[in-house]
């Protein structure tokens, strides 16, 4: 009961009687009790504590969005009777403490788990990164909805209070004979995450492209599982030092390398060329596929050039007299000055035309 005050009441005594009989409003993830002796407060302020699953750090902000003060989660921390945002891995919460008062407010948490040492991220509704973690280790929030992120991949979580929420990832494993990288991406194309052939990735649930030297394939992931996804390889050997080229079907140049450098690709029927002579291969799964060009050399006199046609006539390539060019096996036209040739070319072999 409040004591009787004779006279006029100055407003500032008006304002903290009001600010004692006023009553926290009802808060779904906080309860009120009275402060212990062990709390550790002074007499005059309430003290605040956010219960969560693992233990990390609360901050404590004024209405202007001043920091004040910072404790770990589930210990107490003592404060003046007022209004607070409190935050937990930038995951905020209105908070409301009074004097002689313990504000008891529940967090939860979000674990996510994976078979890599990869880290996910934490993102409010509004695309905003809150915060980071490696999998395998929790990130205390306050309940709410969020947006998990793991290698660009997506999963919506919901937290609840006083509990972890678990999303698993799977494993993407891309084994494969060369150096390279390969590339994923989402169904609206956007590149997600990229890693070294034999290196795996963690993602979430979903359908994703998968992509080596722009061959493509779709790939299921699955939580808690590993996806293995086996691509071939090309290796084109020849004796010149030159580059082959590889296209898929609609004509569309995926690759390149020099010739005895192998390339990856997903599993199927490519085309080959090499200085523009075109010839079909196919390249399947764990596997490597070898073809081995031959070679065409003109020697004589003079630094001029000679060029090498196919057999409707249509150049190719050309080179100086006493060069050589690698070619796939096949009978093509040589042609030096006015003068034309037939040569036919052998795996493996160089064919020799002395001009």
Aim: net charge neutral; aromatic share 10%; glycine share 10%.
């Amino acid at each position: 009961m409040l004591p009787r005050i004779r006279g006029i009441i100055p407003l500032s005594v008006l304002a903290l009687l009001c600010a004692c009989e006023k009553a926290p409003p009802p808060d779904p993830f906080c309860r009120y009790e009275e402060a212990p002796a062990t709390a550790g407060i002074k007499p005059d302020q309430g003290a605040i504590q956010i219960l969560a699953p693992v233990e990390q750090y609360m901050y404590v902000f004024d209405d202007k969005g001043k920091q004040l003060a910072s404790e770990r989660t589930n210990r107490v921390l003592g404060v003046q009777a007022g209004t607070y945002q409190v935050r937990v891995n930038n995951s905020s919460h209105t908070v409301y403490a009074k004097s002689k008062t313990l504000t008891k407010c529940e967090a939860g948490a979000l674990l996510a788990t994976g078979a890599t040492e990869q880290y996910f991220y934490v993102f409010d509704l509004s695309g905003a990164q809150l915060a980071s973690e490696r999998l395998g280790k929790a990130v205390a929030l306050f309940p709410g909805k969020y947006e998990a992120r793991l290698n660009n991949s997506r999963a919506a979580v919901e937290i609840n209070p006083g509990t972890p929420t678990e999303i698993r990832s799977g494993t993407l494993s891309v084994p494969a004979k060369t150096d390279e990288y390969y590339y994923v991406f989402d169904s609206a194309g956007n590149q997600l995450s990229s890693a070294k052939l034999s290196t795996p990735l963690s993602l979430f649930a979903g359908a994703w492209t998968l992509k080596i030297n722009n061959s493509q394939a779709r790939v299921e992931i699955t939580a808690g599982a590993v996806t293995e996804f086996k691509p071939g390889a090309l290796l084109v050997k020849g004796a010149t030092d030159e580059y082959y080229y590889v296209f898929d079907g609609a004509g569309n140049q995926l690759a390149s390398a020099k010739l005895r450098q192998a390339l990856s690709f997903a599993e199927g029927s490519y085309t080959l060329k090499l200085n523009n002579a075109p010839v079909p291969i196919k390249v399947e799964a764990g596997g490597t596929t070898e073809y081995t060009a031959g070679s065409v050399t003109v020697k004589g006199a003079g630094d001029d050039y000679y060029y090498v046609l196919d057999p409707l006539g249509n150049q190719l390539a050309s080179a100086r007299v006493g060069g050589s060019l690698s070619l796939p096996a096949g009978k093509y036209q040589v042609k030096r000055g006015q003068d034309a040739r037939p040569v036919e070319v052998a795996e493996g072999k160089d064919a020799v035309l002395a001009w």
